[in-house]
């Protein structure tokens, strides 16, 4: 092999391991600490704002009939769902931004122990009894 081409190789083949290795440091750990930073304190509060609107659409569920009244809650429960659209696609952006599932499980524990909710009460508005 020409002495020229193997000084070539010897000085880019560091050169482009460092940039690669670089590459996958940034993509798998930097990123998804950017982006928690970032987002982390809106996640979670609209992780809670999610959470209270389904424990008023679960608690308002059984009060609804067929008089205007009614109708009235339901639309305002409906209304106040819409939060969890926010808060779902806040979600799938992180999860394309690198965080995993149990980080954005951590997160959500976070608000829990703030907000002193007990993982029951936030649990009982996500059963599918009303199927």
Not at 11 to 29: E, M, Q, R, T
Not at 80 to 95: A, E, N, P, S, W
Not at 99 to 119: C, K, P, R, Y
Request: proline share 2%; charged share 25%.
């Amino acid at each position: 092999m020409n002495h020229k081409v193997y000084r070539y190789i010897r000085f880019w083949a560091p050169v482009i391991s460092v940039i690669g290795l670089g590459f996958i440091v940034f993509h798998d750990y930097v990123r998804p600490l950017i982006a928690e930073y970032s987002h982390g304190d809106e996640y979670k509060r609209l992780a809670l704002e999610c959470d209270l609107a389904m424990h008023e659409e679960a608690a308002l569920r059984g009060l609804i009939g067929n008089d205007p009244q009614s109708e009235r809650l339901r639309l305002s429960a409906d209304v106040g769902m819409m939060v969890c659209h926010d808060y779902d696609i806040l979600r799938k952006q992180l999860l394309i931004q690198g965080l995993s599932e149990d980080q954005l499980a951590m997160l959500g524990l976070e608000v829990l122990e703030v907000e002193q909710i007990t993982v029951q009460q936030m649990v009982d508005a996500h059963r599918m009894d009303r199927f």
